[in-house]
């Protein structure tokens, strides 16, 4: 089977992302959202994911242009999904929440779609009864900023048809990423189950003063040759999908950092790289800064 038309259901952070990726290695895109508002938020983010393009990969102008056209919007799930080939969701990490929308999912799309899930900490086992389709199922999980840091860890679940892993893989090829295929199923994939504990490491570090952000990223980016330490990351991230995996970890360490993260960033609209300000400010950031490592 060869992908043509993708649909992206989710027009956050990383659902935008992939839309565009998509559009730009030229295929037909649809992304959904649930109202008009949403999608109109996903345009400016295809504006400023075109930008980075330029920015960060000396993209054709012509070339990020185009990938315009080659996206539609939609606020209906069956308008959205009738002609798609694989169908990705990127909506809320909430088993009950993505049960749901499955069950519809799989009652409307066509026979010929493969279901792929962005989520990051939840298995496709989890739901993979309620797409109606489980050997047609998998996870496909990008990192932010795809257009740079261009992994796509392609994860099945024990009922995933290995043929419909190699199609996905090879989509994932073809839209400009590094494939790397998960064998069995893993909390984390590869990436997170290195990133996370390192991220953890550092917010419990200030969250307990022993020492302040910017002396945390600077260890790590001196000691390691990192380009980025972990707030850094935090912030490009996201703090509130950060507020959300810390709160949800029983660990008091991590519940002392969720009330931490909630006082001093989320409840003051200190969301990251989105809002322009997080642990650092944005643009140039003071971790980029010359003298930042001195």
């Not at 242009?65 to 169908?87: F, H, M, N």
């Not at 390691?224 to 029983?250: E, H, M, Q, R």
């Not at 140039?284 to 003298?291: F, I, Q, V």
């Amino acid at each position: 089977m060869q992908i043509k038309n993708v649909t992206v259901y989710g027009s956050g952070v990383l659902g935008a992302q992939i839309a565009y990726q998509a559009a730009y290695h030229n295929f037909s895109v649809i992304i959904y959202d649930l109202n008009e508002e949403l999608l109109e938020k996903a345009r400016k983010k295809f504006s400023g994911i075109g930008g980075r393009f330029i920015e960060d990969l000396n993209a054709p102008k012509d070339a990020v242009k185009a990938a315009y056209g080659r996206i539609s919007y939609s606020t209906d799930v069956e308008e959205a999904v009738k002609d798609a080939d694989l169908a990705i969701e990127a909506i809320p990490e909430n088993v009950e929440i993505k049960k749901e929308f499955y069950t519809k999912l799989g009652k409307l799309a066509p026979e010929k779609t493969i279901f792929a899930t962005n989520s990051s900490t939840l298995l496709p086992s989890q739901f993979a009864n309620e797409t109606g389709r489980p050997e047609r199922f998998l996870a496909l999980h990008f990192a932010n900023e795809i257009w740079k840091q261009n992994t796509a860890e392609v994860m099945g679940h024990p009922g995933t048809d290995p043929q419909i892993f190699e199609t996905v893989a090879q989509f994932a090829k073809d839209i400009g990423m590094v494939v790397i295929p998960v064998k069995k199923e893993q909390p984390g994939y590869v990436l997170n189950s290195l990133l996370v504990p390192l991220l953890n490491a550092g917010l419990f570090l200030y969250a307990n003063e022993v020492a302040d952000f910017q002396t945390v990223d600077k260890t790590w980016m001196v000691a390691t040759g990192a380009p980025k330490g972990p707030f850094a990351i935090f912030d490009i991230v996201g703090l509130n999908t950060a507020y959300n995996i810390t709160k949800a970890n029983p660990d008091p360490k991590a519940q002392k950092a969720a009330v931490m993260l909630k006082e001093r960033f989320i409840d003051k609209g200190k969301l990251g790289v989105a809002t322009g300000e997080g642990f650092y400010n944005y643009p140039n950031p003071e971790y980029e800064k010359e003298d930042f490592l001195k």
